[in-house]
């Protein structure tokens, strides 16, 4: 399951893309919408896939030594750091099985000396290294903190995701959280909780793509309702992230009987901080303070379910 935010973040992303192509159907902004929530699904699989995909470097690195006629046990050695974690193996045959078909770790090649020698220079490695083999606890341990030290920490290894994947910097926060998350939900280290693929039937998918819909096909009364709460109202004047930002509250509003309007608020609050210009979060958080008052005097927000009402 993909966050509610990163949810409410890719139908966003999607809604500046309409705005700036109207003419096209909203079926074409639909199909984006489900791409985009795919991908980000995708490089959840490509990441957690990483240390496996850097033993596979280092255990190449110790073939090619033990080819030659005089091979180099401390070569030998310096590459072993992985060799008794067989954890990986359980990951990827599960990132396989999850269906993955995203990106590839070839298009980083050149960078996986250098990570390799991130990765021995951190203490927990050096920590790790005296494991002959590690039991399932400590190769847990350690895989959280490769993730956490290389998505965390680590910028070089950021900068090249980006250039993989050109929206990772927006991602890159909930993404570190669920593949931490896999490991620490996972009741069996035999069975880890590898989040399946995505599919249009999925509750976040169709709501994303109901969000969507709404959002569009209310614009125009959306606008009218906005105007009626701004002074000087000139859509023109506003930041176009601000307008689809207001826009977007006012579907769960009115369209999300479900999601309490405090939760609405703060997320949206939350994504106009990194989303639009420094100056937007008080402005809209006035907006939507008095679009609440006016839509709850007339009895418009309709909320339902235990503590909602």
Known sequence: ?????????????TLYSWKQSQEVPLSQFSKELFERLTQVHECYLFLLDFPYQLREFALAK????????????????HYSLLNGTKLLDQV??????????????????????????DLKGYDFSRDYGIFFTPNEDQQKEFLENVYYSFLETNEPFNNAIEEVYPVWFDDAPYT???ILKTFE?????????????????????????????????HNDLYEKLISEVTQNWDPSRIAVMDLLILKMTLTEFLHCPEIPVRVTINEYLEITKNYSTPNSSKFVNGIMDKLRIELESRGEIRKTGRGLK
Request: net charge neutral; proline share 1%; hydrophobic share 35%.
């Open 62 to 77: 110790q073939d090619f030594e033990k080819g030659k006629y005089y091979p180099s046990k401390e070569k030998i050695d």
């Open 1 to 13: 399951m993909i966050s509610r935010r990163l949810v409410r973040i890719k139908t966003l992303q």
């Open 185 to 217: 939900l996972s009741k069996s280290l035999d069975n880890l909780n590898v989040k399946s693929g995505i599919r249009a039937s999925d509750e976040e998918v169709v709501w994303a793509s109901q969000m969507l819909k709404d959002t569009v096909a």
């Open 92 to 117: 990827h045959n599960q990132i396989l099985h999850a269906g993955y078909h995203g990106f590839s770790w070839s298009d980083t090649d050149n960078n996986f000396e250098q990570w390799y020698s």
């Open 176 to 178: 570190v959280r669920d």
